[in-house]
DNA sequence: CCGGATTTCTGAATGCATTCAGTCACGGTG
DNA sequence: CACCGTGACTGAATGCATTCAGAAATCCGG
């Protein structure tokens, strides 16, 4: 293998003007230049190697982002998408690369994390206390988070999700509904899901999950409904078939909610399958309010009333934070909005609310 | 910043044994291995530093992914993400890491390309005769293609994209079909779309393009109508909105066409949309057909009929080519599916057939 | 033709860890 | 007691390029 001294030598000039002719040509003479470039040429040498240059620049020219989960899982996630959009949408201006480092499973991460050759990291919707993020802090590098309990010292964003689950509550009380059902996103990386009680969720390890349950709690409050009033079931998933398979339990308890509160769009929409293979006419019989209006939201039939968060600009941001951290305040908050489409409506019999 | 041999000097050992007790614990007297890891945590020691680890082995730990477009862009195309999903479900269980290049440009994508630290890169959808690719090759490793024409000597991994159109092609001829109108993607970098007559597609770049409108062509040459009887229009970018666009001036022809040959789902979903605004109902008045079968088309209204192609399998195959050239054909092909759901229907009135 | 400003080029230190081929000491064996 | 195998540990070469400070050469105006 050809390395930068080969050609110095070839050409009896010092390695710093091979190393010139490659990454600062106006330093040198065109005639040598020239000269270094055919002969480099010549001896098939590959251009400076980047792993070398790494080493002494200090710089890796790439960030590494964390997932709680696997990647191809990750990958299925509409909102991770987009995230990632806002976050190659920074990256790429300024030529860094987007590292996506394996998460199998924690262990795997955390050897990813060691060896990852990143200028810093972008952590996205770990759990709390998960090994992941000592093993991060351990990197020495810059680090953000997304999605999380923000740790303090290190730059946060989010929304508030508290605030915006209890925004669906609102709108579903305003519509006169009274029995409701809940269904949740994971509370830790090896939920198995099914029903729970709401207590049970001061187990929750997911800032998401927590938040909303929390802010569904605050906002039914206002109508006098406790949580333990209201059916919770736990997602084992965030895919759709979960948010069908939990819908279909909870719509059978009896009395039957004439409205859910979904934790996310994914388990929204499969809760309106499970609702139509009930038979169940939505929002005739029951309303249903996601959370995160990814695209599908706009596009299932009848259209998804739900929470929308701006995922790409969460992305942009969370960028920046790791590429400028000083620059960056502790923890930045983004509105939310509450879309009301077609998938909530007045509650079918409001004599029955309880 | 503390390094390996400033912990080696404050214990009196060899910079070997630091070095063995981070990556060969074995190799070590548990007592000694226990000094020096309370001495590295004393010394605020972080690690070996995978860069300069990855200089020594020569191994990056990572592959590298090429697109032909932005990232943003590319995030948005539901066929890349599934591919991604296959590639990262072979990178994961052997702890590579996927870095995904950034690609503003031509330009910026030979930067980058040069200044990754990967063992190998796959390559997705470039244009024929991009510079990118000379650009790849002179960094030596190994790479695999996906999704465009294959060059000799690289793997590479695709479907039959010609026998697919003309399955497309025929499936409409069988229901009677005379008069088509094609939805074409993008035949270069820079198109900026709109009508084109079907000669023009000798200067297609991308070998999807060219490849599909051929398969149409024979296809469709079977009841002897020709390229030039069919109104062909080029989307200027992959996007829903783009077939939307492109289906409102191919559907307001005379006489208008009954059918539409779509190169790709989004395209198509466009189209459908299109179709909406316009008042012809699908299948009734005008039958659409897709092509790659990513999920939306099968939630949309109606389900889209299309071509499957597996996606997450080819992610998979590309993948394990990079990782391991020695082990790969030249080229894989893999098998498509015509999948028949409700966008097409019989021509409406089959008397007017040209 | 001279002094100083430029331009061009070089030396050598530096970044940080891995690894092969041993050395050394110790315990067991005949 | 001599010899050998084995475990524990070390030396030093090696991977490849960047960069600062300064030397050498060239050029300018006067």
């Given at each position: 293998m050809?390395?930068?001294?080969?050609?110095?030598?070839?050409?009896?000039?010092?390695?710093?003007?091979?190393?010139n002719?490659?990454?600062?040509?106006?330093?040198?003479?065109?005639?040598l230049?020239d000269?270094i470039?055919?002969?480099?040429?010549?001896?098939?040498?590959?251009?400076?190697d980047?792993?070398?240059?790494?080493?002494?620049t200090?710089?890796?020219?790439?960030?590494?982002?964390?997932?709680?989960?696997?990647?191809?899982?990750?990958?299925?996630?509409?909102?991770?998408i987009t995230?990632?959009?806002?976050?190659?949408?920074?990256?790429e201006?300024?030529?860094k690369a987007?590292?996506?480092?394996?998460?199998?499973?924690?262990?795997a991460?955390?050897?990813?994390?060691?060896?990852?050759?990143?200028d810093?990291f972008?952590?996205?919707?770990?759990?709390?206390?998960?090994?992941?993020m000592p093993a991060?802090?351990?990197?020495?590098?810059?680090l953000?988070?997304?999605?999380?309990?923000?740790?303090?010292?290190?730059p946060?964003?989010?929304?508030?999700?508290?605030a915006?689950?209890?925004?669906?509550?609102?709108?579903?009380?305003?519509?006169?509904?009274?029995?409701?059902?809940?269904?949740?996103?994971?509370?830790?990386?090896t939920s198995?899901?099914?029903?729970v009680t709401?207590?049970?969720?001061?187990?929750?390890r997911f800032?998401?999950t927590?938040?909303?349950?929390?802010?569904?709690?605050?906002?039914?409050g206002?109508a006098?409904?406790?949580?333990?009033?209201?059916?919770?079931?736990?997602?084992?998933?965030p895919?759709?078939?979960?948010g069908?398979t939990?819908?279909?339990?909870?719509?059978?308890?009896?009395?039957?909610?004439?409205a859910?509160?979904?934790m996310?769009?994914?388990?929204?929409i499969?809760?309106?399958?499970?609702?139509?293979?009930?038979?169940?006419?939505?929002?005739?019989d029951?309303?249903?309010v996601?959370?995160?209006?990814?695209?599908?939201?706009?596009?299932v039939?009848?259209?998804?009333?739900?929470?929308?968060?701006?995922f790409?600009?969460?992305?942009?941001?969370?960028?920046?934070?790791?590429l400028?951290?000083?620059?960056t305040?502790?923890?930045?908050?983004?509105?939310?909005?509450?879309?009301?489409?077609?998938s909530?409506?007045?509650?079918?019999?409001?004599a029955?609310?309880?």
């Amino acid at each position: 293998m050809t390395t930068l001294r080969d050609i110095a030598e070839a050409l009896g000039v010092s390695r710093t003007s091979v190393s010139n002719a490659f990454n600062r040509p106006d330093q040198l003479s065109p005639d040598l230049k020239d000269r270094i470039l055919a002969k480099a040429k010549e001896l098939g040498y590959l251009g400076p190697d980047p792993v070398a240059r790494m080493l002494r620049t200090g710089q890796a020219g790439a960030i590494g982002i964390v997932f709680a989960e696997s990647l191809p899982f990750a990958f299925s996630d509409p909102a991770a998408i987009t995230l990632l959009q806002g976050v190659a949408a920074v990256c790429e201006p300024v030529d860094k690369a987007l590292v996506l480092l394996p998460a199998l499973d924690e262990a795997a991460a955390q050897t990813a994390i060691r060896s990852a050759a990143v200028d810093g990291f972008i952590v996205y919707c770990l759990p709390e206390g998960s090994p992941v993020m000592p093993a991060l802090r351990e990197r020495g590098r810059p680090l953000a988070t997304v999605d999380q309990r923000p740790i303090p010292g290190i730059p946060a964003v989010r929304i508030d999700d508290r605030a915006g689950a209890e925004t669906c509550a609102r709108h579903l009380l305003d519509l006169g509904h009274r029995r409701f059902g809940i269904i949740a996103m994971e509370m830790n990386l090896t939920s198995t899901g099914g029903l729970v009680t709401g207590d049970r969720f001061a187990d929750s390890r997911f800032s998401g999950t927590t938040e909303r349950l929390r802010g569904y709690e605050r906002g039914l409050g206002r109508a006098g409904i406790l949580l333990d009033q209201v059916v919770i079931y736990e997602a084992d998933d965030p895919g759709e078939e979960a948010g069908k398979t939990a819908a279909l339990t909870v719509l059978q308890q009896s009395p039957r909610p004439t409205a859910l509160l979904v934790m996310s769009d994914r388990l929204a929409i499969g809760a309106m399958q499970a609702a139509e293979a009930l038979g169940l006419a939505v929002p005739r019989d029951l309303s249903i309010v996601g959370f995160d209006d990814i695209p599908a939201a706009a596009q299932v039939t009848p259209a998804l009333t739900t929470i929308r968060q701006p995922f790409f600009e969460k992305g942009r941001t969370v960028a920046a934070a790791v590429l400028d951290p000083a620059a960056t305040p502790d923890v930045t908050l983004f509105p939310y909005d509450l879309i009301v489409r077609s998938s909530t409506g007045p509650a079918p019999d409001r004599a029955v609310g309880s």
